[in-house]
Nanobody, 119 residues
Framework: QVQLVESGGGLVQPGGSLRLSCAASGSIFSINSMGWYRQAPGKQRELVAI??????NYADSVKGRFTISRDNARNTVYMQMNSLKPEDTAVYYC??????????????WGQGTQVTVSS
């Protein structure tokens, strides 16, 4: 069974920083991509950043402020969020495209972590 566990959310003032982490565990053969999505109240879930084979992509709204990285040995993805704005407030979800050892390849989600940017 595969699990994604996130950490690092919280309350921060505008202009502040947070670092999110997401660790994948379980019977994993390989991980293709890992990424972060977010969902603000009343809005659809949107892609924030994704990393695949060392190549990164970002939503236009976070380019230059957020940095996604990955530790393949630990099956962990990170997102450093700087210069946070109130509009970054949302529940952030980790997502990974995983090939388990004894199951079909699938898309897995973490439980979500709240990020609130407010003075």
């Amino acid at each position: 069974q595969v699990q994604l566990v996130e950490s690092g959310g919280g309350l921060v003032q505008p202009g502040g920083s947070l670092r999110l982490s997401c660790a994948a565990s379980g019977s994993i053969f390989s991980i293709n991509s890992m990424g972060w999505y977010r969902q603000a109240p009343g809005k659809q879930r949107e892609l924030v950043a994704i990393i695949r084979g060392g190549v990164t992509n970002y939503a236009d709204s976070v380019k230059g402020r957020f940095t996604i990285s990955r530790d393949n040995a630990r099956n962990t993805v990170y997102m450093q969020m700087n210069s946070l704005k109130p509009e970054d407030t949302a529940v952030y979800y980790c997502n990974a495209d995983i090939m388990p050892r004894s199951m079909a390849r699938g898309s897995y989600w973490g439980q979500g972590t709240q990020v609130t940017v407010s003075s």
